[in-house]
């Protein structure tokens, strides 16, 4: 599935996997970027957006950036949260890798290239991490907060759980059976891939302010349907570790 060429690897084939909610302001940039870093790397690419019910001018550009390129797959749904789009993005995939992050821009899509060189014999899949994170102070101690709760917590091993540029075979992704709506299915990802043996390679990538939009976390509803999620998850995969149970089944 991977074969080096020229010093850098390559891949079978990919699918590239954006949530996207009011990301009309960077949705183009980012599907340009991944198409271009894609390239580099198989002959055998899809990208896939998932338009998570915005209300801004993203469907608009998705729907001219389809007859630019023939590798684009539009979703549209209705409001369904951050995990509620992933999960339709990983469903919709059909490559044999699958490599995901926001449609905000925070991450540059061209680094990909650094994640596909990281897999090596006993690597499983490649999980970045950022260099520096360019966000307010608040947003940088809750985030550093987060991390170390949830290392404590569920006994997360990587360095940076919450950065959300991943590269995962497909496989692996349909074995792990992910079920959380909002952002807590990072978490519950890294974990049961842990939990499964499976092992990954960390990668430093950059990190930009957000240019356009506005972040969706900070939202009183969000975050309660986030805490209401981690309390699930925390009872589900570290008290009763039912997908540890479900898999010896």
Not at 209 to 236: D, E, H, M, N, W
């Amino acid at each position: 599935m991977v074969s080096g060429e020229k010093g850098l690897n390559t891949l079978s084939s990919l699918s590239v996997v954006f949530p996207a909610y009011n990301d009309g302001g960077t949705i183009a940039s980012m599907v340009a970027a991944a198409r271009s870093a894609g390239r580099q790397l198989t002959d055998d690419m899809e990208i896939i957006v998932v338009n998570d019910g915005s209300t801004d001018y993203t469907a608009v550009i998705l729907d001219e950036l389809k007859s630019r390129y023939p590798e684009l797959r539009v979703i549209t749904q209705e409001n369904r949260g951050y995990g509620g789009a992933l999960r339709s993005g990983f469903v919709a995939a059909k490559k044999d890798w699958i490599f995901y992050t926001d449609g905000d821009a925070q991450y540059n899509p061209l680094e990909l290239v650094l994640l596909a060189d990281a897999l090596k014999d006993g690597v499983d899949a490649v999980n970045g991490y950022k260099r520096s994170r360019h966000d307010s102070w608040f947003r940088i101690v809750i985030g550093r907060m987060y991390h170390h709760l949830m290392s404590i917590l569920f006994g997360i091993r990587i360095r940076d759980v919450d950065c959300d540029f991943r590269l995962i075979p497909r496989r692996i992704i349909n074995e792990i059976r992910l079920e959380s709506v909002s952002g807590a299915i990072c978490l519950e990802m890294v974990k049961k891939m842990e939990d499964f043996g499976y092992v990954f390679a960390e990668v430093a990538v950059s990190h930009y302010p957000r240019k356009y939009g506005v972040s969706q976390f900070f939202v009183p509803a969000r975050i309660a349907r986030s805490l209401y999620q981690l309390a699930g998850l925390y009872k589900t995969l570290v008290i009763e570790k039912k997908h540890l149970l479900e898999k010896t089944t």
